[in-house]
Structure formats: C-alpha cells, structure tokens
C-alpha cells in the first residue's frame, strides 16, 4: 500500500470512532440530577454577602430562630445548595442570571434582597 491509501484509511478510523463516541456519549458531561427542594423554609446565603450578613445581624439582633423555623442553605461554595437554589428560581420565575442571595423560599413564594427576607421574617415572628 502507498502512504496516501494508509492516510485515508488512519483518517476514516479516526472519523468514525470520533463518531462513535459522540453518538454514545462518551464525551457528554454526566447529568446532574436535581435534589428534591425541602419543604421547610430556606434561607439562601452567600459566605461574604454582605446583605446576607444584614439579615443574619437582624436574625441574631430579634431572636427570630426563636420564633420561626427556617433552614439555611449556602450557595457560594455548595454545588448541591446551587442546584436548590436553582430550582427554587425556576419556581419562582427568576432567570438563572438573575438570582442573588439572599434569597428566601417559605414554600410557594420567594423574598429576595435583604428589605423582603427581614420584612418576611419580621411578619412572620410579630415583629412591629
């Protein structure tokens, strides 16, 4: 065989693997499956958020884990709680470049920006 016909053939290989492996996924990056959003009241920070800290000095200040049950979930350096988050957005309606922290989810709604999580906290515990 010349080197022309050993080329074409190497090149066809080549193809048809690289084929192959698109067609079976191979080179797909794997799904991430989403987590089941808790039912209970999720407070979204982010570690360094300032207005996050606002409201976690107004948590502290009034006692509100005293008053209401919530959990809270950080979304900065957690791939799981950014899944969450993500899925709570889509919930709510809030484009995935647009959501920020902190954000709150009692269930069926959403509060963002520290004004509307403290206003939600300071309803929620009989805060005047």
């Known amino acids: 065989m010349n080197k022309t016909a050993i080329v074409i053939i190497i090149i066809v290989v080549v193809v048809g693997v690289g084929f192959w492996a698109l067609q079976s996924g191979i080179f797909t990056p794997p799904s991430v499956a989403p987590l089941p959003i808790p039912e209970e009241t999720i407070l979204f920070y982010g570690d360094g958020c300032p207005h996050c800290k606002v409201v976690d000095d107004f948590i502290s200040e009034n006692q509100i ?37 902190p954000l709150l989810w009692d269930g069926s709604s959403c509060y963002v920006g520290q004004d509307d999580v403290i206003d939600f906290f300071k309803n929620a515990s009989n805060i005047q």
Request: with cysteine.
């Open 65 to 101: 884990e005293d008053k209401v049950s919530f959990t809270r979930l950080e979304v900065w350096y957690n791939k799981d709680n950014q899944n969450i988050i993500s899925q709570v957005a889509q919930k709510c309606n809030i484009a995935l470049d647009q959501v920020g922290v």
